[in-house]
């Protein structure tokens, strides 16, 4: 795995975030990789994952909702709309 992404992950096993925004194309992993990683700590189950990526055609967005991401957002966009999902992410907890 990545460094970046490694660190990422070693962070997690210590405390996992309640929220995470995700790239899907990652240098070397990409964010499937990473979420399937993610799920092997035990107690990563409440994270919820908003994946950033540039692919938005029907497959991948199905891919994304089987890999269990709360959302995602279409490349590029704007830091409101940024904002508004994590908002409505916040919402839901």
Do not use: W
Not at 5 to 23: G, Q, R, Y
Not at 35 to 52: C, D, F, G, N, P
């Amino acid at each position: 795995i990545e460094t970046v992404s490694a660190e990422a992950l070693l962070v997690c096993n210590v405390k996992v975030p309640d929220f995470i925004l995700l790239d899907l194309n990652m240098p070397k992993i990409d964010g499937f990789v990473f979420i399937k990683e993610l799920r092997k700590i035990t107690y990563s189950s409440h994270a919820r994952i908003v994946m950033s990526t540039g692919a938005c055609d029907v497959k991948t967005v199905k891919a994304l909702k089987e890999a269990g991401v709360a959302d995602y957002l279409a490349k590029p966009y704007s830091m409101e709309l940024l904002q508004k999902k994590f908002s409505k992410l916040m919402s839901y907890t």
